[in-house]
């Protein structure tokens, strides 16, 4: 089994690069799996938890927030709206975004869009479960 | 004497511009570097959604997604990325100029979206419709005016308000060198790749998911590179005035140094030859 090399990139920088040996993502449809040597694929990603685990068998966790991911033989490349890894979360904000948007969704407001506070309900919970905080 | 005592003044006051103009250009120098460092951290993102977004737009069914597709242009937008502030050199004004010139060569009817309290400033008062205005695009333009500008650009777009959509901002080069230039936004113009590898990609869910994804993520990243190397050239344009006009001062400091000492010069001479001619008087009485 070669290796992969995963980056991960939002707009503002690179949040990670290593070598692993195989990476999880959220893709629309479902989570799926990526080992070397994977076919070129293009996929759709929704908020959810990137998990990798290199070579000695240590999981790094990632908390992402939709994207796209381009996987190929040796490399796989995130482009996130926004990612961050577990240890750099805000667990007290995660938690605190989290309630709001519940609230919002239990009480519907006026002119509340929907599908927003939904997807910002997904990024915490995202957040949350990458820090494993729930 | 009052004219030695005006000099002084005016050394005093110049010295005091000088250091309200040093300071602002460090400053600016500050702002720059870190301009610089976030400009060059979205470059990666950048070239990648460029990649992709030039790989799948060539495909036939892509051309009928409405970012895409180009239709028969009757109205224009010019979205102008300026300075929130003055003291930059020429730079709000060349790109203002720039803008102006877009706006008259135009035969269709044209609206502008101006960013930058600058441009907002001077366009305000003049017979050009403005469809959205960013007073304020701040020191260091965020990701999320960026999106929320994108998602207005791709809005009035879509809705068909406007046929076609160009920013109009300033490409940095270093601080010394800034562009002012036009460039499409939309619809989106496929990127030409050379050599690009054809690869079979299997997309997930979909080719036209992926790129209904891609395509207005392409846009923000665009506007939010556009919002940075505008902020860049602005910095880079600021700190080199303020540098020009610190050394201008001490040109005329220097100047003035020189007359105020002729001045004191002459009358300490004034004064020596009244004290001698009265020494001279007394003598002649005794």
């Known amino acids: ?134 | 004497m009052s004219a030695i005592r005006e000099i002084k003044r005016r050394i005093k006051l110049i010295k005091n511009i000088q250091h309200v103009t040093g300071a602002m250009k460090m400053v600016a120098s500050a702002k720059l570097r870190r301009a610089q460092s976030r400009l060059y951290a979205a470059r990666p993102y950048a070239q990648k959604i460029v990649e992709l977004v030039g790989r799948l737009a060539l495909a036939p069914e892509a051309q009928s997604l409405p970012l895409l597709a180009s239709r028969e242009v009757k109205k224009k937008a010019y979205v102008l990325i300026a300075g929130d502030r003055g003291l930059a050199g020429a730079y709000n004004s060349h790109l203002i100029h720039l803008a102006e010139q877009c706006l008259r060569r135009e035969e269709q009817p044209v609206a502008l979206v101006v960013a930058g309290r600058k441009g907002w400033q001077y366009f305000r008062r003049r017979s050009v419709e403005i469809l959205k205005s960013y007073a304020e695009i701040g020191d260091e333009p965020d990701l999320s005016l960026a999106r929320e500008l994108a998602r207005q650009l791709m809005a009035i777009f879509l809705e068909g308000q406007v046929d076609e959509v160009n920013l109009v901002y300033a490409r940095f080069h270093s601080a010394l060198r800034y562009d002012p230039l036009v460039e499409r936004l939309l619809p989106i113009q496929a990127p030409s790749l050379e050599g690009s590898d054809s690869l079979d990609y299997l997309y997930e869910p979909g080719p036209m998911a992926v790129l209904e994804t891609i395509l207005p993520r392409y846009c923000e990243i665009r506007v939010y590179q556009a919002l940075l190397e505008a902020k860049a050239s602005e910095h880079g344009a600021r700190m080199i005035a303020m540098e020009s006009a610190t050394k201008n001062s001490s040109e005329m400091i220097e100047q003035l140094t020189l007359s105020y000492n002729k001045a004191r010069q002459n009358a300490i001479t004034t004064e020596l030859l009244e004290v001698a001619t009265g020494a001279e008087a007394l003598k002649d009485q005794g």
Do not use: N, W
Request: hydrophobic content about 50%; overall charge positive; glycine content about 8%.
């Open chain 1, 1 to 134: 089994m070669g290796t992969l090399r995963l980056e991960v990139f939002t707009p503002q920088r690179r949040v990670f690069c290593a070598a692993v040996a195989s990476v999880i993502a959220p893709g629309l449809e479902g989570y799926l799996g990526i080992l070397p040597r994977h076919a070129p694929l293009l996929a759709v990603l929704k908020a959810g938890v990137v998990y990798c685990r290199d070579a000695e068998g240590k999981t790094e966790r990632l908390a992402v927030s939709g994207g796209i991911l381009e996987a190929g033989p040796v490399k796989v490349i995130i482009l996130a709206d926004e990612a961050e890894l577990a240890g750099e979360i805000d667990v007290e904000r995660a938690r605190r975004a989290k309630e709001r948007a519940e609230k919002r969704l239990r009480e519907r407001p006026a002119g509340l869009d929907l599908a927003r506070a939904e997807a910002a309900l997904q990024r915490s919970l995202a957040r949350l479960k990458a820090a494993r905080a729930i």
